[in-house]
Structure formats: structure tokens, C-alpha cells
């Protein structure tokens, strides 16, 4: 990267207008304007920074920048605020001497940026340290909260300040930021009430509305939609590239960070909603019997909201709407108020409620800036304020601006030239008298207390009587008519009568920066900007602790009939505290200029620029500077920069600058009246001087860079041959060890062929010498083991013949014996031996086997099913014989235990079997219950006594049964009894009989397959019995029932045949009609058994539960 030492350093154009050459307005223009071009927004009129509006973001403020300035001289690198701040603060914080900056230039210009940029340089080279950053914190916080309420979109600028600013930074002895105090100057407050087409309200009235939660809107009153509200301007309400809810976040955020308490920022936003309430109340008129109007409210539901809002009575705001109570002295006199004053009232109302809070925003913020300790600090003033204004239709507000204007400019003159001529006494320098135009006889002409404007202005104001803008007007054409600045049409100097120029109701003064033309007209009113007594004194009662903070004089208790100061002559006092301020400090100037007026980059407009350029006074402040020497430079950068002109100071001076920089000043032959020495500076006189000498020193750092080229490239081809000559020796070198080497491994390598074949041949001849070797031992050692196997081979021949004799000696030897014995025993045996031997054999066995048996015997259970296995196969059918007969003989041991009961018992059980088993579901659950017979226990219970004395025969079976009644198929409770020849159903309560009917009538029974308790019990077609129908019961002992009932029935009709009919679908014949019954499955079920269910006259369903 290219290092810079000096502003002169690629130039674009010329960095600093004091070198411009020639010196005109066109060619001063054209500068900037090509530097604008080429991105170069900075320009220097000496000390003074121009700064030209880019309309766009270039890199040129980014942290690096920010060290590339940081403790580098202010010419040394290309203009920029950096250099200007860094200046600044150095001066501030090593030679101890306050500063202010002072930021000005049109509205849009730039002058917030660039104190904002200013303000971040300082906090950025400044200590670091917690308590530090917070101080820096805090300060540069306060911005968007004074942002917020203070600025506006404007057709200018889109975050137009509109409020005049001045910061006081305030260090310590290391420079480290320690507090602040801000003040402000002439809010522009009329914009609360009405904005001019295009522009906007200010800003925190749309941040509210568009970033408030719901919660906070509810709790104020308002509603999101800006169309609702009178003060807010519409046509530009939504403004490009401004976030207005996130804003409002950023502004919240601030104010946490600046020490807002939350009940405070609660109050704040309570009065800017109060304000916006305010606009929305409207009057009608009310005719008066004495032939006046009076004024009155027209929809109260506003007035009520914004009263609640700030805790004052109702009445007491309506009534200050109505009438106003002028006091004088002891008497007290209430006039009412038309509609027009009335609205009169409600604007300066809102108006003043809007400027005081943000005074108290201001004085809030300082309270939580202001340094803590009490020691005197280093101060840096940031003046961000309007600049000059020239409209077609100026008003007060210019008026008293441009008056402001003046007054900066005046002591941007005076100390300039105070500096000038400080630096010219610091450095012994004859002081040359340099003429310029002095504006103080323009001050003079304004604030003179005597027969100043603003005098007679207020003068005007005070007057009793009818005082009008015009009668003021006249004041002036009398008073002023004489000054050379003032012109008017009807003032006593004759020359501007006919100036048509200027119309009768205004009035013209020649600024410094030029003619402006004032209309006089809302002067007088924008001076007094009166608010009515009772207004205030509505105000003070509030029940709200900022709105009464905010109007003192509203305090009955302190009623001052004295008029409040007026606009005029506050604005004035405090342009003479903030005069007097800057006028202790040391002033560093950014003038601030707007290339286009359509807020665009890239885009420069002569006409524009060349406007700004007059009234700024930049030519005057060129020729001021160039009045006397034009450029100036301490010694040793200067003698460092131009040394090699000279041969003596070429390329080391060895002796002090200053007589190094007098040697090449004399060696170069520069005429004495163009420069002058100083203590410390060298004086050039004319710019024309300078560039000749950096003409000279472009020429010579040419021919220096030829010479510097020259050597270089002879030192570089130089090296390059020493290295070639070096390289070629070691190549050389390597190339001959190269060689060498594959020499030597050729010869190695055939050295070891030659030996590699000798050795083979050598190796081989042995090998066939150990071959042969071991062949012949191999051979040997063959046919002696042939030998011995032949040897061992006879040897066992001949010991097996051998054995093989033995044996049969020794058999031969045996059946001899054999013979021999049973010779002489033959007579001893018996004939029949051997069967006897077979049948006691056998026996033994039989004899083993039976009481192997005995002794295993299986159990007497009559279902046990094991038996001993057999022992031999012979015994096989025995076997299975005699496990049946064992089987035989326990059945008859275990039958022969029973009683003749239990045995009937089992009969029964048997009958069951037969009549049921693989026929109904229910049966296989009814195998394991005993047939108990009576469940009942009738005879024993008394309930039944009547019942069982009604009996006289033995009850087989007495249980509990359901008779199912045909109309609906539910079941009736009834008693069963079963005897020998009937069976008896009788009521389950009373023990009545209810039918009874003799076992011979019964023809059949229907039972189901399944697993249910139901049962018909079909009479014989004309029995006696039959006349009531057939009987649809169900029981739980169904089995038992049907198996009695089949025994009985059997014996009773002495004929052993009863129908049971087992099917899924039956008829029984109830009375006349015959209905089906039939059975279905259905869905599993725990508990509750089959349910019956009348289908219709003929069909009884019963729905089985599956077992499933
Ligand atoms: N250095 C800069 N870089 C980029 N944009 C800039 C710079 N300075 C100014 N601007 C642009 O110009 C706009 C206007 O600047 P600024 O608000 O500082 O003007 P101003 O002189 O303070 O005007 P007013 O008198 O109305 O307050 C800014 O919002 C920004 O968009
Ligand atoms: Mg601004």
C-alpha cells in the first residue's frame, strides 16, 4: 500500500482551496466538484473542512480509516473530518485547550452526520474502561432520543434536525470522556400544529404509532391508524428507508441506556399522545345574547381521553377553551373566546406542551449525562446548528436563523483572524493588516438594544394599543431606514420606492451571505407566542407530576403578571451565552454543503453549490487565510519533502531543520518576499511558490527514481551473474560426482556378475559332490533295511507255526479229556435232564417277573394309566393280559365302594352323558357340578312351608327357575319343584302354585345346542295341562332339570321315552299362538347369561353370549 506523508500526495485536484490557483468562484466550484467526483467528499480551507453531502455510504468511515488517522498530522493525509476531530481532540488532550466544532451548512447539507461522525471518532481513539464506555455510551445514545422528538421529513431532508443543537463533551486530564451537557436552540414548534405539504410531523408521533405495543396504545388512548389524528400530515406519512417501529424500539432502548426511568418514558409518551388528542378536539360556535360568539367543544370524547390522560379536570380545560381571564393589577376580567381563538388556543396549547417537554427532555438528558465530579474539566463543544436560510417566503423563524448565521460568522472572522494572527506572533511574523468584511455593523443592525429589530420588534409587542405586524413594519421603515443594510419600500430612504423587487410587507436585509427578503406578516405573533393564563394555570392542576413540572407559571400561587420573555428575546440571550461560549474555545469549522437537492448521490448542481459556497462565505474565508502567507509548513516535513533539491541537504542534513530548510530556500533561489521563517513553520506567501517547488520535486524524485532504477538494476543483474557463476559451479560439480558415481556402479555391478558366475560354478560342482554323496548313503542304508525286514519276516513265520502247533495241542489235548470224562460219567446222567433244567429256568424267570410286579404295582386309581414295562419278549401277551385284568379288578374294587345314592347319582350323571354330551355347549360345565336335587331346601325354609304341606309326595328337585314371558321375553322368578309324578311351578315369594301339571301330559322338551339355560316344556295337545300352554323356562341347573325330568318322566308314564329335542330353533305353543324361539350367537359377554328378546309375535330371539 502506498504510504501518504503529505496532503500534497495524489491530489485529486486541490486537497486544500487555499493552494487553488487561480483563485475564482468558478474555479473553486470546479474543484469541488471534481473532487465530489472522485469521491473525495472533504476539501480544506486551512483548518476548515468542507464537506460535500455523498447521499450514499462510502468506505471511508470504517474502523481502519479511524487508525489510519489517529495521531497523524492534519496534512498529512487526505482531508477528511477525521483529521479535523483528531486535531482536536490532540489539542484538547495534550495542550489543554478547550475546543468546539462548529457544524454548519443548509438543511440536508449533513451537519448531524458529520457531528455524529465526529462524536464516534472521539469515543473510538478516547480511554476505554467500563465507567468510560458508558459515559461514551450515554452520550452517544442521547442522539436518537433527541432525534426522535426534535426531528422531522422535511422536503429538504428526510431526518431534518429542527432544533439547533450544541454539545459540551466534557473530558478529564487523561481525555477520557466524563459527562456532557447539551442545549438547544429554537425548536421549531409550529410544526407540531401544521406541516408544510410534503413533511411530516415529528418523528415520534409515527414511531409511537407504528412501534408501540397494543398493550401501550390501549393504555394511551390512541389508535395505530395516523389518519385519525389532525396534527399528522398524511401525504408523507410513510417516508423511504425509515423504519418508524423499529426507530421507536431504538429510541426506548436509548432512553433505558441514558437513564430514563420507565415512569418517566411512561409520562413522555403520555404527553405526546395528550398532544396528538389535542389536535383531534374541534370547536362549534354558540351565539351569545350579546351578539358574540362563543366557542365550545364539539365532541367531547377527546377532550375527556386526553384530560384522563393527564389528570386535569375536564371542566376546567373546557372552560380555558371558552374564556380567558386577563388579569391587571387587582382586577381580574374574563372575555370569552371565538371559535378562531379558540383553536388559537388549542394550538399554542399543544404547541407549548411539545417544546417544554423537550426542553425537559434535554435537561433530563443532562442530568444523567453531567460529569460527576466537580473539577474543572477539558470541554469539546459540537455545535450542530441551521445554517443560513434564503427562501422565497422567509418568515421569523429565518429571520432569527439567519440572525444566529451572523453571529457565527462573525466569530468565525474574528477568530480566524485571532488564530492567524496568534500564529503569526507564536512565529515572530511582521503582521500584515488583512482586509476582509466585518458583519458586526449586520449584528448590529438586529440585536442592537437601542434600535435593533428584535428591539423594536418587542418594543412593538409591549406596546399598548393596536399593534399589528404592519405597525411594526412602519417602525422599522422609520428606525432602520438609514442603515446600509436594511431596505425597505416604504422606509424613509428614498432609493427603494420603486424597488419592485421588494413588496410593500416586507422588508430586506443585506446578509453577508446576500439579500434576504422578510415577510413581516405572523412576526409579532411568533414573538409574543402567547399562551393563555388560563391554559396554564389548567396545566398546573393536572394530576400528572411532568405536565405540572412543565408549567410553573400555571402556579395561582406565583402569578407574575409580568409578560413572559419574548421568542425574539430569548433567542437572542441565548445566542449571546452560546456566542460567548465558543468565543473561549478554540473553533474548528465543518462546513457542510448539499451537491443536489434531490437527495441523490452522484449527482452535482452548480447553480446549488455556487448558492451555498456565497453564503457560507467560503471565498472570504479563501481569501482570508491567503491574505497573508498562504501555506505553511513546520520545518522538518518541509526540509524532509524537499531535500533533494539540494545538494547539500541531499540525501542527510546534519545540522538543525530550520538552517537546513534556509540552505535549500537559498540553494533553490526563491525570492525572499515569498516566504518568510518562522520559530518553528516556514511562511510561503504565495501557492504559485509552493507548487514550483513541488514541480521541482516531481522532477527530481524522477530523476531520483532513474538513479534508484539505475542501481537497482545494476545491483539486480550483478547478483544475477553471481548467482549464474555460483550455480554453474555446483553444477559442475554435482555433474562430475554424477558421472563418477554411475562409473563406479557400472564397474560394481559387473564385479559382482563375474563373481556371481565363479561362485555358481564353484557351488554347483560341490552340489553334484553331495548329491552323489547321499545317494550312495540313501543306498546303503536300503538294502540293509531290506535285510532286516527280510530277517524279521522269516523270524515271525517261523514263531506263529510254532503257537499254531501249541494250540493244537492243547485243543486236541481238551477233547481228549472232554472224551475221556463223559466216558466215564455218561452213566450217571439221567435221560430227561435238560427239559428240566428249561422248565426250572423258565420258572425262576416267571417267579422273578411276578413279584418284580408285585413289587411295581400301578396305583388303584381307576384312571391311572401306567403299567410296568415288560422284561422279556416271550412274556408279551401275558403282559397285556394281566394289565387288563388289574384294570378290570380296581373298577370293581372302586364300584364296590359305593351306596346305592351315589350311585343313582351317577346314573343320572350318566343319563346326562347320554342325553347331552356332544350335543349342547352348556354341558361340558355341568360334568363336574354334583345333581344336588333340592336347592331350595323347601321343607326346611318356613317362607316355603305352605308350599311343601301343599306337596304330598317326595320333591325330587326343587330350584329356582325363570319363566319367560312370551309379550316381552323377560323372565318371571318361579319355584320348580319336580316329584315322582308332577311337576309344580308355584310363585317365587308366596310359595303358591301356580301350575302343576302330571309327568304324563309332558310330550317333549326343547332345549338349544348352546350355552344357555333355556327350555321348553311341551304338554301333550289335550291334556289337561295344556289348556295354559306350553313353558319357556330357563335355569342354571338345566342339565340337572331335563336329566331328572327324563328319568321321572320316564318311570312316571311308565314308558322310558321322552322327547329332547336339541335344536337352535323350536316352537312352543303359548295359549293359541305357537312362537319360535330361536337361538343366535352373540357377542362375547362376562357375567350376564343368553338375553331373550321379542322379535315380533312370533319370533322370541335369544342372544348367546359366545364362549369365545
Ligand atoms: N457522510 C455522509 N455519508 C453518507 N450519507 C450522508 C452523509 N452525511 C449526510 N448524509 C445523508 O444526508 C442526509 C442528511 O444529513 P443530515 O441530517 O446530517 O443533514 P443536516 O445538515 O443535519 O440537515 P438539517 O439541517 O435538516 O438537520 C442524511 O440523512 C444522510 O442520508
Ligand atoms: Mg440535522
Not at 461522525?117 to 445514545?141: D, R
Not at 411539545?354 to 477539558?378: D, G
Not at 554347483?764 to 547321499?774: A, C, F, S, T
Request: some cysteine; overall charge positive.
Amino acid at each position: 500500500m502506498e504510504v501518504k506523508t503529505s496532503l500534497l500526495d495524489n491530489m485529486i485536484g486541490v486537497g486544500d482551496m487555499v493552494l487553488l490557483e487561480p483563485l475564482t468562484e468558478d474555479s473553486f466550484i470546479e474543484n469541488l466538484r471534481n473532487r465530489f467526483d472522485h469521491n473525495e467528499i472533504y476539501t480544506y480551507i486551512g483548518s476548515v473542512v468542507i464537506s460535500m453531502n455523498p447521499y450514499r455510504s462510502l468506505p471511508i468511515f470504517t474502523p481502519e480509516k479511524v487508525e489510519e488517522y489517529r495521531n497523524r498530522n492534519f496534512y498529512e493525509l487526505s482531508p477528511h473530518i477525521y483529521a479535523l476531530a483528531d486535531e482536536a481532540y490532540r489539542s484538547l488532550r495534550d495542550q489543554d485547550k478547550d475546543q468546539c466544532i462548529l457544524i454548519t451548512g443548509e438543511s440536508g447539507a449533513g451537519k448531524t452526520e458529520a457531528s455524529k461522525l465526529v462524536m464516534s471518532y472521539v469515543a473510538a481513539v478516547c480511554g476505554k474502561g467500563q465507567e468510560v464506555n458508558k459515559v461514551k455510551e450515554q452520550l452517544l445514545q442521547s442522539n436518537p432520543v433527541l432525534e426522535a422528538f426534535g426531528n422531522a421529513k422535511t422536503v429538504r431532508n428526510d431526518n431534518s434536525s429542527r432544533f439547533g443543537k450544541y454539545m459540551d463533551i466534557e473530558f478529564d486530564f487523561k481525555g477520557d470522556p466524563v459527562g456532557g451537557v447539551i442545549s438547544n436552540y429554537l425548536l421549531e414548534k409550529s410544526r407540531v400544529v401544521k406541516q408544510p405539504r410534503g413533511e411530516r410531523n415529528f418523528h415520534i408521533f409515527y414511531q409511537l404509532l407504528s412501534g408501540a405495543s397494543d398493550d401501550t396504545l390501549r393504555k394511551l388512548k390512541l389508535d395505530r391508524d395516523f389518519s385519525k389524528y389532525n396534527y399528522l400530515s398524511l401525504d408523507s406519512a410513510n417516508v423511504n428507508g425509515l423504519d418508524d417501529a423499529a426507530n421507536f424500539r431504538t429510541v426506548r432502548n436509548a432512553m433505558q441506556i441514558v437513564g430514563f426511568m420507565e415512569d418517566e418514558v411512561q409520562s413522555v409518551l403520555e404527553l405526546v399522545a395528550a398532544v396528538l388528542k389535542l389536535g383531534n378536539i374541534e370547536f362549534k360556535p354558540e351565539s351569545r345574547s350579546n351578539g358574540y360568539d362563543e366557542s365550545r367543544v364539539k365532541d367531547k370524547n377527546d377532550l375527556k381521553e386526553m384530560c384522563e390522560l393527564l389528570g386535569i379536570e375536564q371542566s376546567v380545560l373546557e372552560r380555558a377553551f371558552s374564556y380567558r381571564t386577563v388579569e391587571a393589577k387587582l382586577e381580574k376580567v374574563s372575555t370569552t373566546l371565538n371559535v378562531s381563538q379558540a383553536y388559537y388556543a388549542r394550538d399554542a396549547l399543544a404547541k407549548n406542551l411539545y417544546s417544554r417537554l423537550f426542553s425537559w427532555l434535554v435537561t433530563r438528558i443532562n442530568e444523567s449525562i453531567k460529569a460527576q465530579s466537580k473539577t474543572r474539566h477539558k470541554v469539546m463543544g459540537v455545535l450542530d446548528i441551521y445554517g443560513f436560510e434564503i427562501f422565497e417566503d422567509n418568515s421569523f423563524e429565518q429571520f432569527i436563523i439567519n440572525y444566529c448565521n451572523e453571529k457565527l460568522q462573525q466569530i468565525f472572522i474574528e477568530l480566524t483572524l485571532r488564530e492567524e494572527q496568534e500564529e503569526y506572533i507564536r512565529e515572530d511574523i511582521e503582521w500584515t493588516n488583512i482586509e476582509y468584511f466585518n458583519n458586526a455593523v449586520i449584528c448590529d443592525l438586529i440585536e442592537n438594544n437601542q434600535n435593533g429589530i428584535l428591539a423594536m420588534l418587542d418594543e412593538e409587542c409591549l406596546r399598548p394599543g393596536t399593534v399589528t405586524d404592519i405597525t411594526f413594519l412602519d417602525k422599522l421603515n422609520t428606525v432602520c431606514a438609514e442603515h446600509q443594510h436594511f431596505e425597505s419600500r416604504l422606509s424613509k430612504n428614498s432609493k427603494f420606492l420603486t424597488d419592485h423587487s421588494l413588496p410593500h410587507s416586507c422588508f430586506r436585509i443585506q446578509h453577508y451571505a446576500g439579500k434576504v427578503l422578510y415577510r413581516v406578516e405572523g412576526f409579532m405573533d411568533k414573538n409574543n407566542d402567547l399562551l393563555y393564563r388560563d391554559l396554564s394555570q389548567a396545566m398546573y392542576k393536572a394530576n400528572h407530576k411532568l405536565i405540572k413540572q412543565l408549567f410553573p407559571e400555571g402556579n395561582p400561587a406565583k402569578v407574575n403578571l409580568k409578560r413572559p420573555p419574548t421568542a425574539g428575546f430569548q433567542f437572542k440571550h441565548s445566542v449571546g451565552t452560546l456566542m460567548r461560549n465558543l468565543q473561549t474555545k478554540n473553533p474548528n469549522y465543518i462546513r457542510c454543503v448539499k451537491p443536489n437537492d434531490k437527495k441523490a448521490p452522484r449527482i452535482f448542481t452548480d447553480s446549488l453549490v455556487r448558492h451555498q459556497v456565497a453564503y457560507l462565505g467560503l471565498m472570504e474565508n479563501v481569501r482570508v487565510r491567503r491574505a497573508g502567507y498562504a501555506y505553511r509548513q513546520a520545518y522538518e516535513p518541509c526540509l524532509e519533502r524537499y531535500k533533494m533539491l539540494c545538494k547539500q541537504t541531499w540525501p542527510h542534513w546534519k545540522g538543525p531543520t530550520r538552517e537546513g530548510v534556509e540552505v535549500l530556500m537559498a540553494d533553490l533561489q526563491v525570492s525572499t518576499e515569498e516566504f518568510a521563517y518562522g520559530n518553528s513553520k516556514i511562511f510561503i506567501r504565495n501557492p504559485r511558490t509552493l507548487f514550483s517547488l513541488e514541480e521541482k520535486r516531481r522532477g527530481c524524485l524522477e530523476n531520483l527514481a532513474a538513479l534508484i532504477q539505475k542501481i537497482y538494476r545494476g545491483w539486480k543483474c550483478r547478483t544475477h551473474f553471481l548467482l549464474l557463476k555460483r550455480s554453474q559451479v555446483v553444477v559442475a560439480a554435482w555433474y562430475r560426482r554424477y558421472a563418477q558415481q554411475k562409473k563406479y556402479t557400472q564397474i560394481k555391478s559387473a564385479t559382482i556378475m563375474v563373481q556371481s558366475y565363479s561362485r555358481g560354478w564353484k557351488a554347483r560342482k560341490i552340489l553334484r559332490e553331495l548329491k552323489h554323496q547321499k545317494r550312495c548313503e540313501e543306498a546303503a542304508t536300503t538294502i540293509a533295511a531290506y535285510w532286516h525286514g527280510t530277517q524279521a519276516r522269516r523270524e515271525l513265520k517261523r514263531l506263529k507255526k510254532e503257537a499254531r502247533r501249541r494250540h493244537a495241542v492243547a485243543v486236541i489235548w481238551a477233547y481228549w479229556l472232554g472224551l475221556k470224562v463223559r466216558r466215564e460219567y455218561r452213566k450217571f446222567f439221567r435221560a430227561n435232564a435238560g427239559r428240566k433244567i428249561y422248565s426250572f429256568i423258565m420258572q425262576r424267570l416267571m417267579q422273578k417277573y411276578f413279584l418284580g410286579l408285585k413289587r411295581d404295582l400301578p396305583s388303584m386309581s381307576p384312571i391311572g394309566g401306567s403299567w410296568p414295562t415288560r422284561p422279556y419278549r416271550f412274556l408279551d401277551t401275558a403282559h397285556t393280559e394281566l394289565r387288563s385284568i388289574f384294570h378290570h379288578w380296581r373298577c370293581k374294587k372302586y364300584r364296590s365302594r359305593f351306596t346305592d345314592e351315589r350311585k343313582a347319582v351317577f346314573e343320572e350323571k350318566l343319563q346326562a352323558s347320554e342325553i347331552f354330551k356332544d350335543k349342547k355347549a352348556l354341558y361340558p360345565s355341568s360334568v363336574g357340578q354334583p345333581f344336588r336335587g333340592d336347592y331350595l331346601e323347601i321343607s326346611k325354609n318356613p317362607k316355603y312351608q305352605k308350599l311343601s304341606s301343599a306337596m304330598d309326595e317326595k320333591v325330587l328337585l326343587a330350584d329356582m327357575v325363570n319363566k319367560i314371558n312370551r309379550a316381552n321375553g323377560k323372565g318371571t322368578a318361579r319355584i320348580f319343584l319336580l316329584t315322582k309324578n308332577n311337576f309344580v311351578l308355584a310363585d317365587q315369594k308366596t310359595g303358591q302354585v301356580k301350575a302343576s301339571v302330571p309327568l304324563p301330559d309332558l310330550a317333549s322338551i326343547s332345549v338349544s345346542t348352546q350355552n344357555d339355560g333355556f327350555f321348553a316344556l311341551k304338554l301333550k295337545e289335550g291334556s289337561a295341562g295344556a289348556t295354559k300352554g306350553d313353558f319357556l323356562l330357563s335355569s342354571e341347573h338345566l342339565i340337572e332339570i331335563i336329566t331328572k325330568l327324563r328319568r321321572t318322566g320316564a318311570t312316571a308314564v311308565n314308558h322310558n321315552h321322552l322327547d329332547i329335542d336339541i335344536s337352535d330353533e323350536f316352537l312352543v305353543q303359548f295359549k293359541q299362538d305357537k312362537v319360535c324361539v330361536k337361538f343366535v350367537q352373540g357377542a362375547p359377554k362376562n357375567g350376564n347369561g343368553a338375553s331373550c328378546k321379542r322379535k315380533n309375535n312370533r319370533l322370541l330371539e335369544v342372544s348367546v353370549p359366545s364362549t369365545a
